[in-house]
């Protein structure tokens, strides 16, 4: 290597490691050869050179053998110790040798090349690579022995570059030489990681041990379900999110679900976090009385809990801004190098034969810079996304611990609170769906709190270095427009809440609109409706237009506060001093000063905001979790066991509480109850025993029940009897401890205790009061009103119970609820909506009796059960389900009910009047001491018992409500169906072209829906939009290509007077040209920043208008096939949430993407201009972003609609907890209720954690990107300046440009997945638009319809055939008849006979596809729609009533007189109860009538069709709801009220159409019979007559 060749002159560029000078100093080795520098060097290359031989072999030969050693589902287990600590000193040393190398090549010269200054340490880099790979490998396949290899590698290092660095202080080479300040780094480098090897020896015993500890991997890498990776990863993946390549990738194949993104770690767990912040809670108590009170304590309880990983997320965000102004200060540096006049380096000192440079020569080198600027911002980026990442996981985090404590409060709250008002539903669901989430979001912006100071701060200073005085005028400028910021800010909230008033009111009126349109289109009066919403719509547009100009004035501050801050700065500069100094390096770095300072000023109003709406959270919380609990009154000395426990006291648990081999519904409870049979002793044969009991709602309100000293008798059935209001439920509700006790005491036998045994859940435990206590086992209890799951039929029923078939038909045959079942789309497998939405009070109160029957409980309450149900229902369910099932079975049944006739099957009765106990005993003891009770009670049985001869309502209600339900549930099914192809969700597919070419879909984005989006806009605001946002970002781009112009004509202005200028001549540069013409391109740039961002919200009102309009007027027209086939909610759903994104969202976001994807061409067209080479480097550059940008997009989507559909659960679950807290508590279902919750708060985090990571993953990778355009623009502009003569000015330009492609590139992304997501509204309400309407046009024109057509009634039928739809079987065929005018006729036959299509045909309801109707000589058929229905009146069988007044429920078109009205009401029997009522006419009636009942309803659609005096009156069962008192009365008033027109009956009970003058009997669509009632009653194979016998 030594040679002593002398270099020809031609060969003194040629090669050679110690460099070919020709004075051989380098070679001198005459003072021992390790005070030879270049030998020292060659000396250091022996570890690396080792080290590479060593491993590399067993890197890539002998691999897979080593793998399959450990059985274990994830290669990310980290298992030696001083694993983080190992690759920090690795990237560190990394780093190290990377200056190392540059410093070598840059003391090197020019002039030769001496290969020694940097070959030892390009190879000791790849030594570092190397090591790291290799002992990443051996971590994860368990061979640790291996590792010796580099324990021999750090020691030989460690020694050789000691070597050198005490030869470096041996010769006086000291800290002025920047290579002995490397050296030494190395040094102590090399000896960290040796520590860490040795650490690993001392720990794992792997050599000189004998018996080396075994070791496990955690719980979490052993359970194949837990695929979030991110706590398991090295830091390399950590810092990357390296594991998320797969998973996002695999996004493309197929649709990320929840078995996908699989469980979630334990320490992220609900449960996990919860314990911490319940030992948080309890350490405060610990502390003594001094500890925190009210919203405080929650405070410091979260910061206890969670504040560690806080202050790390901190951290991160101190560390990212502070590397964030390493941009700015290269750039400064870069262009200073270059606008320097001679670009030469000075010789660099010679000492030991070797070149060395100092610190300040390395740092003024260009190039050099340019490399830190790229390492500050790959590490900027980093850190920021790491900060980003800690602090949205904390936040998640708190909000399941949160979550968790909420649910806890709720289960020990006192029934009470919720039913005096105190607490509704609404309020804890908004606890849980609001309040948690701001606390997330106050998490996840708390950095900025700590990290914006610092960040004006520094930047003021650094800013005032460069600048001096002005920079703090440019700063002033900036401060005195944030508080306007912030009240635009808080101005735009409350133009958001007065817009959500509105938006509430309009889909209020919608909704009623939609319930009620069937009515709405029979009696004509869409427009009427159509109207009304259109004018709350119109307040709500009025509200938006202030939204939009609030976000447009925001929008404008953000992009002209910059333009106003930059101008001030430089022209004061400019002119303030004669020799101020404006050249490039100063001008552009401030520029990015400025972009940095902006950015916390934006962020300041939504941090505050966000502060300030995490207190108002934590105050609810506070008075939320200090409400009263139940069993929380004063501890007696009886021995009371009141209620399931007082659930006040915590029982820790250890973290290792859940086992994750077995599924997660087992969690909580490893047992199964099963039903104990006791002994009854016979001392015991009393069950429930409450003596001189006191019990009241209110803990300070009087007693509701008094003096209550009851028995219920053990293994018997016991009535509880009395009038509405005196206590029956109560009393129910007392023994179950739901009740505050006064005084006395409530005793239950030990041996209705069987399963409450170990369902103590490992969240608390219950805490029973002192005493001998008898703790209540679980009770089956059906409330008053029906309480059900948002679950399948068959879960409601075996509620949480092992399944049992013979069990489970027996308890569907005594609730008759098997005919129902049969109708249901799916049997029993079918979701009941949200409390139970989809089925009738009669169905939803069975199911809830049937699930009190299947239980194998001791005792059973049943509160009411036979309110809802017919005399047959009734009866059935008495004999085969509580005699039988309960009674029979010697199981303790309470129950509470006022059919009077089953009190003969009570072996106990207990009477009550008034809140106390009139009487207790058997119905034998009851006649002998009450006579007067008993005879009551006889005389009511009796009347009960008559009922039993007629066919009650009840009955015919059932197989109405059976029949309603079918059609629900049918066009339920249809819809799912439309609505999955219209989301392209239809995935499930097994066919695998069709799989694929919708993988292609989701893959694109919706182009045709933007087009309809700006097409709505029209061509003018679309031709607005366009140039003002191109004439924006041209003028940017000119402003600061006018900024480098004027900097670089300085510089050149300052080379050329030091050149020319004598003292006598004044050569000074004038600024007031270039000022001038800044100020007006930055005054002009102000202007369109505001114009543009008008436009943009004033496109995005113009979208929402056009767009809501057409919907409505699609919708109010739409044939009435699509309501019955599409489901209430998902047209809703187009009127909410799908309006609500393109009112606020979609125009924030297209003006988001439009300045992003402007910003990023624009910045790419100026470092294109200013280095032409970057084109090159571009195009890989892009393949990389398109690539990332298309697989982000669709797990994006995935996971945004996973999170949002993972939300929905947890919040009905909260909901339904609320309103049936009684049941679960009786029931003991605390515990499985608990876990419950658990699932879904885990799947609704583990889909929020995987977002957030989505997010991360393409933020770090567009970061990345944008650092490699930033290095390879400044190292093509350095060049092109060194040798091209490019401007100084332009290469400021050009980095400035540069340094802001990355914000760009991520916006762009983002807000391209956010778009797509949002589109996703306009393409749904797109579908909706392309409906036909109903054909409202008629051949006639109105002049030559008689204005009082039809006066005389008469209807000729003539081979009528209907369909509902064209692709449907008829419902009528060839249907012929003829009613002459003023007939009364009656239509009757079974369901599903085509009576009520009957009755639709004569409105051109249905398809008439054959045939006509003939009315007074006109063909209806060619009537204009609008015409035809309003001349006729209807009433349906379901009541509507809309909100609003009497009079405009009778009257909405305001025709009539109040005499008129009165008249009306006075026929329908109302007269009496609406002159009663407050304002009489203007009395107000509530949303669907809820404040009358369903007869009072059913009268008031009568009294509607009295007002509307047509000829023609059509009843479709119009009497179903009414008792028969009054149905005879209103019989005999329509035929007197109606002696003069036409009414055609339709009718359930055949009795009502006796009277009628014609009876037309109907069967599958055609008529059977046709004739007088009184002739077909005389034929003996009549149907008609069968109907009345049965109907007797």
């Known amino acids: 290597m030594v040679s002593r060749y002398k270099p020809s002159p031609s060969s003194t560029m040629s090669l050679a490691f110690c460099g070919n000078d020709n004075n051989s100093a380098a070679y001198n080795v005459d003072r021992g050869v390790l005070n030879n520098g270049c030998f020292l060097d060659a000396l250091s290359i022996v570890p690396h050179v080792f080290l590479l031989f060593i491993t590399f072999p067993i890197l890539f030969i002998g691999w897979g053998s080593h793998s399959s050693k450990v059985h274990i589902h994830h290669s990310t287990w980290l298992q030696f110790p001083g694993h983080n600590l190992r690759w920090i000193l690795t990237f560190i040393l990394l780093f190290v040798l990377v200056c190392e190398i540059a410093e070598g090549i840059v003391s090197d010269g020019m002039e030769s090349r001496h290969l020694h200054l940097y070959m030892p340490a390009g190879l000791a880099f790849m030594a570092a690579v190397t090591s790291i790979i290799y002992y990443h490998n051996i971590e994860t396949s368990n061979f640790p022995k291996l590792l010796l290899a580099l324990l021999v590698y750090w020691i030989l290092a460690f020694i050789i570059k000691t070597v050198k660095f005490a030869k470096f202080c041996e010769h006086g080479i000291w800290f002025t030489q920047l290579r002995f300040c490397i050296t030494g780094l190395l040094v102590v480098l090399y000896g960290m990681l040796l520590a860490v090897e040795i650490n690993v020896i001392r720990v794992r015993r792997y050599v000189c041990f004998k018996h080396p500890p075994e070791v496990k991997p955690p719980e979490d890498l052993q359970d194949l379900g837990v695929r979030f990776l991110q706590p398991f990863v090295n830091l390399l993946s950590k810092g990357t999110y390296w594991w998320m390549n797969a998973f996002i990738t695999s996004a493309h194949k197929r649709p990320i679900d929840l078995k996908v993104i699989g469980k979630l770690p334990i320490a992220m767990r609900a449960l ?29 309880a979260m910061c206890h809990a969670f504040g560690k990983s806080l202050v790390l997320s901190i951290t991160f965000r101190f560390l990212a801004d502070l590397l964030g102004f390493a941009g700015p200060l290269c750039i400064s540096g870069i262009v200073h190098h270059l606008s320097k006049e001679n670009k030469t380096f000075l010789p660099p000192v010679k000492l030991l034969g070797v070149y060395f440079i100092s610190s300040q020569e390395f740092l003024a080198n260009a190039y050099v810079l340019a490399v830190l600027l790229f390492f500050a911002l790959l590490l900027q980026r980093t850190f920021l996304q790491a900060s980003y990442y800690v602090a949205i996981e904390t936040g998640i985090n708190l909000r399941g611990a949160i979550q968790t404590k909420i649910y806890n409060k709720i289960m020990c709250l006192c029934t009470s609170n919720m039913s005096m008002g105190e607490m509704t539903v609404g309020q804890i669901c908004n606890l849980v769906a609001i309040d948690t989430n701001q606390l997330m979001w106050f998490f996840f912006l708390c950095p900025n709190l700590w990290a914006m100071p610092v960040q004006i701060v520094v930047g003021v200073i650094l800013l005032y270095y460069l600048l001096g005085i002005s920079a703090l005028i440019g700063a002033t400028v900036i401060a005195v427009l944030a508080p306007v910021q912030y009240f635009v800010a808080t101005k735009l909230s409350q133009a958001q809440k007065s817009t959500l008033e509105y938006s509430n009111e309009r889909l209020k009126k919608t909704t009623e609109l939609l319930r009620g349109i069937k009515l709405l289109k029979l009696y004509a009066w869409e427009h009427i409706f159509h109207d009304s919403v259109e004018e709350t719509r119109q307040k709500e547009m009025t509200s938006l237009k202030a939204f939009a100009l609030y976000t447009s004035i925001s929008i404008f501050m953000n992009a002209a506060i910059p333009i106003a801050a930059v101008l001030t700065t430089f022209v004061v500069h400019a002119h303030l001093s004669e020799d101020a100094d404006l050249s490039p390096a100063v001008a552009f770095a401030s520029l990015s000063l400025f ?5 916390p000023l934006f962020l300041l109003s939504s941090v505050v905001r966000s502060t300030v709406k995490a207190l108002v959270s934590v105050q609810k919380l506070n008075e939320f979790f200090s409400s009263e609990e139940i069993g929380e009154e004063h501890e007696f000395k009886d021995a009371v066991q009141l209620s399931s426990g007082n659930h006040t006291k915590y029982q820790a648990i250890p973290l290792k509480v859940v086992n994750r081999k077995r599924p997660a519904r087992e969690d909580w409870r490893s047992y199964r109850s099963q039903r104990e049979t006791e002994e009854t002793s016979e001392e015991e044969d009393v069950c429930i025993k409450i003596t001189n009991g006191y019990f009241t709602w209110m803990p300070d309100g009087s007693p509701t029940l008094s003096n209550i000293d009851i028995r219920i008798p053990y293994g018997q059935l016991t009535m509880i009897v009395g009038q509405v209001g005196c206590g029956k439920s109560s009393l129910l509700l007392a023994a179950l401890g739901e009740m505050q006790k006064i005084s006395g005491s409530v005793y239950w036998n030990s041996m209705s205790d069987h399963e409450s045994e170990g369902e103590d859940s490992p969240i608390e435990k219950d805490s029973a009061l002192d005493g001998d206590v008898r703790k209540r086992g679980s009770v089956a209890y059906a409330s008053q009103k029906p309480w059900l799951l948002n679950s399948t039929v068959v879960e409601n029923i075996i509620f949480e119970m092992p399944f049992n078939k013979q069990r489970y038909e027996a308890v569907i045959d005594a609730c008759s609820l098997q005919p129902d079942i049969d109708i249901l789309p799916h049997g029993d497998q079918t979701q009941i909506g949200e409390r139970g939405i989809n089925l009738s009070g009669g169905q939803r109160q069975r199911i809830s009796v049937a699930r009190a029957l299947y239980q194998q409980t001791n005792v059973v309450f049943l509160d009411d059960p036979f309110s809802a149900l017919d005399i047959h229902l009734s009866d059935h369910l008495m004999q085969d389900g509580i005699l039988k099932m309960l009674r029979d079975d010697k199981r303790t049944v309470a129950l509470v009910t006022h059919k009077l006739q089953y009190l003969p099957h009570a072996d106990w009765i207990i009477a009550m009047k008034d809140g106390t106990i009139q009487r207790e005993g058997t119905l034998k003891d009851i006649q002998n001491s009450e006579p007067e009770l008993f005879e009551h009670w006889k005389t009511l049985m009796n009347r ?25 549930m049918y066009s339920r099914e249809v819809l799912m169906k439309t609505e999955e192809e219209e989301e392209e969700e239809s995935t499930e597919s097994d066919d695998e072209d069709n799989m694929s070419s919708v993988l292609r879909q989701r893959a694109k984005i919706p182009w045709r829906a933007c087009g309809t989006y700006l097409s709505s806009a029209g061509i003018l605001l679309l031709l607005l939009l366009l140039l003002s946002q191109l004439f924006k970002h041209s003028l940017m781009l000119a ?9 670089s004509d300085v510089i050149s202005a300052k080379i050329n007077s030091d050149k020319n200028c004598t003292v006598s001549q004044e ?6 040209l270039y000022s001038m013409v800044f100020s007006i391109l930055c005054c002009l740039g102000i202007i369109l920043c505001l114009i543009t961002s008008v436009a943009v919200e004033w496109t995005g009102l113009k979208v929402a208008k056009e767009l809501h309009h057409s919907l409505l007027n699609k919708i109010i027209l739409a044939p009435m096939r699509l309501f019955e086939t599409t489901p ?4 809703l759903n187009r009127f909410s949430a799908d309006t609500n994104t393109i009112d606020q969202h979609i125009p924030a976001t297209l003006e988001c993407l439009s300045r992003s994807t402007l910003l990023c061409a624009s910045a790419l067209a100026v470092i294109s201009y200013v280095t032409p080479v970057f084109l090159i480097a571009l195009v890989p550059l892009a393949v990389a972003c398109y690539f990332i940008q298309k697989y982000f997009r669709v797990a994006s989507r995935d996971l945004q609609q996973l999170d949002d559909s993972t939300q929905l659960p947890l919040l009905s679950h909260f909901s339904e907890t609320v309103e049936g807290l009684t049941t679960i508590r009786a029931f003991g279902y605390e515990a499985k209720f608990r876990q419950k919750l658990l699932e879904y708060t885990d799947a609704n985090n583990i889909a929020s954690l995987f977002l957030t990571a989505a997010n991360r993953w393409l933020e770090v990778r567009m970061e990345y990107i944008g650092a490699c355009v930033v290095l390879i623009a400044a190292v093509a502009s350095i060049t092109n300046s060194l040798y091209n003569q490019l401007s100084s000015g332009l290469v400021g330009l050009g980095l400035t440009y540069a340094l802001m492609v990355s914000n760009y590139l991520n916006w762009m992304v983002r807000n391209l997945a956010d778009m797509e997501v949002q589109l996703g509204a306009v393409k749904r309400i797109n579908g909706l638009l392309k409906i036909e309407p109903e054909n409202y046009e008629g051949l006639l024109s109105p002049s030559q319809i008689p204005t009082n057509w039809p006066h005389q009634g008469e209807i000729q039928i003539q081979n009528l055939s209907v369909r509902y739809d064209s692709t449907l079987k008829p419902v009528l065929k060839h249907v012929n008849a003829h009613i002459s005018p003023r007939q009364k006729v009656g239509i009757c036959g079974r369901t599903g006979s085509g009576k009520s299509s009957f009755s639709l045909a004569f409105f051109r309801m249905v398809d008439t596809f054959e045939g006509q109707i003939i009315i007074d000589g006109i063909d209806i058929a060619k009537l204009p729609l609008q015409t035809l229905r309003s001349r006729f009146s209807i009433i349906l069988q379901d009541p509507i009533l809309f909100s609003g007044t009497i009079r405009f429920n009778l009257d909405p078109e305001g025709k009539c007189t109040d005499s008129m009205l009165w008249e009306a009401l006075e026929i329908a029997q109302l007269k009496p109860m609406v002159k009663t009522l407050q304002g009489g006419l203007d009395a107000m009636v509530t949303e669907g009538g809820e404040n009358f009942s369903l007869g009072q309803r059913q009268l008031f659609c009568l009294a509607r069709a009295f007002v509307r005096k047509s000829s023609i009156l059509i009843m479709d069962e119009a009497t179903a709801s009414i008792d028969m008192a009054t149905e005879n009365i209103l019989q005999k008033v329509v035929m007197t009220a109606f002696s003069d027109r036409t009414v055609v009956t339709i009718a359930h009970r055949v009795h009502t159409i006796l009277n009628a003058d014609l009876v037309i009997v109907m069967k599958r669509g055609i008529i059977l019979e046709y004739d007088r009632p009184e002739v077909l009653l005389e034929r003996e194979d009549s149907v008609f007559a069968s109907f009345v016998q049965a109907d007797k």
Request: hydrophobic share 35%; with cysteine; aromatic share 10%.
């Open 272 to 300: 996990t976090n919860y314990v911490l912040l319940r030992k948080a809670f309890e350490a405060q108590k610990t502390n003594g009385s001094s500890y925190p009170q009210g919203s405080k304590s929650i405070w410091c």
């Open 1039 to 1047: 402003i600061d290509y006018w900024l480098a112009k004027w900097t």
């Open 1128 to 1131: 209430l909610g998902s047209i």
């Open 1067 to 1072: 050569c000074r540069f004038s600024h007031s």
């Open 944 to 968: 009960q018992d008559q009922e039993l001869e007629k066919e009650t309502v009840a009955g015919r209600k059932t197989v109405l409500e059976r029949k309603n339900l079918h059609r629900a």
């Open 595 to 599: 972009h940095i300072l902006v950015t």
